[in-house]
């Protein structure tokens, strides 16, 4: 079969289960916001998304009771996104800002920083509270 | 005369909507058949009909440049011919509307409109690619049309070499399978013929690796590059009916059984299991002519798409009607 070297593979992929993620859901709903109050109330179910990895860099999380105002994150961030709150010596991060390479992460010497899984982070205003981690 | 009319006209308004509604599932059956073979799930099946209702909202853009009348006309006139076809092909055990005035040769004739109607279209739009678009679409008819006409002529020829009256009619073709007709070696003449044909479908409908005319990737479109809105979603379903259309011609020249030959049912439920079977073996046809073929190659050079078909597929068709006839001539199977 050298000759249609792909029509085995094809013939074969018919029969295993597609790759795709039907992320949310299956086909596209009518209207997505729509949708999503649905399942918000319960009445329709989310298709869950793929895995996460492991080490999978999501939203950033910040402790700031065990943070002691050292600034090393805020001279480290090279996307000038966290910055230093001097009345309480804790930090601000700015999500719409961040790069999601946590250097921060690794030079905190406390490790009061952590990356989530969350990853959902689309927003109409990039100081909404969802998007500023203090 | 008068009932004859109201029942011809009756039977087009009906086959009209058949064919669209029809080709239009089929398209959206391709669509996932497609899908599933690159492992993706696919759009639903009802998406051709999505697009079509979309298509049907916008506007006709027409460009300044543009031969208004013939570029307005080409759409309708390959909707129309499409439609026209459908006319003369059996559906199941439905014997054709106009089967009394046109046999296959007719069919092939009309076969060649829809594309013609998108050549003019493509010239009339006034833009560099659709005239690259058309032209190569004229050379694609050429490459295609020798290897139809040879498996449609060889299969007449032997059901008038077995003593079948009127070989070319669709009716006869309807009802006599050539199978039972032949013996070892036309057998394998008709496989042969049957292979050439599954190939010519693809060049037909100008789907993948014949859509050299329309090749988004290098002429933007081609031949549809200008249209937009009702004209764009008229040749679409021009499209979804000149499937139907393909598949039935295969199905007719090649799988014409039905149920009802088999068990019996009388009536309604007859004519129902028949069209249940012959949905089937439509779908069938489609599979293997259009969604494997298109998803398991790449696109056609034009050079290369003459090449394949005047060298390898007239080739292939050539020897299929050489064993038909020596299958005759030989004296294996039925003759008359």
Redesign the interface.
């Known amino acids: 079969m050298s000759i ?1 070297p ?2 085995p ?3 074969r ?2 029969l ?1 289960k ?3 993620n ?1 992320f949310p859901a ?2 596209l709903p009518k209207s997505i916001t729509g949708f999503l109050n649905k399942v918000a109330a319960g009445e329709a179910t989310i298709n869950p998304p793929v895995a996460l990895p492991p080490n999978f860099r999501g939203k950033i999380t910040y402790d700031r009771d065990i943070c002691i105002g050292c600034k090393l994150c805020v001279r480290v961030c090279p996307a000038h996104a966290i910055e230093f709150l001097p009345e309480t010596k804790t930090v601000r991060i700015f999500v719409t800002q961040c790069i999601f390479c946590a250097q921060c992460n690794d030079v905190c010497p406390v490790t009061c920083l952590h990356m989530s899984d969350e990853f959902m982070l689309a927003d109409t205003n990039r100081y909404s509270e969802n998007l500023i981690v203090e | 005369m008068i009932p004859m009319i109201t029942a011809a006209v009756l039977g087009c308004i009906g086959i009209a909507v058949y064919g669209m509604f029809f080709g239009l599932v089929l398209q959206g059956v391709d669509r996932k058949w497609a899908a599933r073979m690159q492992a993706r799930y696919g759009p639903p099946l009802h998406q051709p009909f999505i697009d079509i209702a979309k298509l049907l909202c916008k506007d006709n853009i027409i460009p300044k440049n543009a031969v208004k009348s013939v570029f307005n006309a080409a759409p309708v006139i390959a909707l129309a011919a499409s439609i026209t076809i459908l006319l003369y092909l059996p559906i199941g055990s439905i014997m054709p509307v106009l089967g009394g005035w046109g046999d296959i040769i007719l069919v092939i004739y009309l076969l060649t409109v829809p594309g013609l109607a998108m050549v003019a279209g493509g010239l009339a739009s006034g833009s560099p690619y659709a005239t690259v678009g058309s032209q190569r679409e004229m050379v694609t008819m050429i490459a295609y049309e020798l290897p139809l006409a040879i498996a449609v002529v060889a299969i007449a020829w032997r059901l008038n070499a077995a003593g079948v009256a009127d070989p070319f009619s669709l009716v006869t073709l309807a009802q006599t399978p050539v199978w039972g007709l032949v013996g070892i070696p036309g057998i394998i003449g008709l496989l042969l013929l049957m292979l050439a044909i599954a190939w010519v479908t693809p060049a037909e409908l100008s789907r993948v690796p014949c859509d050299t005319p329309e090749a988004e990737t290098e002429l933007c479109g081609g031949l549809l590059v200008e249209y937009s809105g009702k004209n764009l979603a008229l040749f679409s379903l021009s499209g979804a009916v000149k499937m139907v259309a393909m598949a039935t011609l295969t199905v007719v020249l090649f799988l014409p059984w039905n149920l009802t030959w088999f068990i019996p049912l009388t009536g309604a439920v007859g004519i129902v299991a028949d069209l249940a079977f012959f949905v089937l073996k439509v779908l069938l046809v489609v599979f293997f002519s259009v969604s494997l073929i298109r998803v398991g190659m790449a696109r056609f050079r034009i050079n290369h798409l003459v090449t394949f078909y005047w060298g390898y597929i007239t080739l292939i068709g050539f020897t299929g009607m050489i064993l038909l006839v020596l299958d005759a001539v030989l004296g294996m199977g039925v003759v008359a």
Do not use: D, S
């Open positions: 249609v792909a029509f593979e094809v013939l992929q018919i295993k597609p790759v795709t039907l299956r086909y």
